[in-house]
């Protein structure tokens, strides 16, 4: 389990590139990286 922000941020980047290979198609890498980054912050 991560309980600093860093290594939850790390991760967030981490899955954001996985992602994005996965579905390049997506395009938007910045939407990706704002639901992983701040799950805690709804968009509204």
């Known amino acids: ?3 600093d922000e860093a290594g ?3 991760w967030a980047d981490l899955l ?3 992602f ?3 579905e ?3 395009g ?3 939407s990706g990286r704002r ?3 701040h799950p ?3 968009v509204n």
Do not use: A, F, N, Y
């Open 40 to 42: 805690v912050e709804p």
């Open 1 to 3: 389990e991560i309980s």
């Open 28 to 30: 938007s890498q910045g």
């Open 16 to 18: 954001t590139g996985i």
């Open 8 to 10: 939850q941020r790390k």
């Open 35 to 37: 639901g992983l980054g």
């Open 24 to 26: 390049p198609s997506s």
């Open 20 to 22: 994005s290979d996965l």
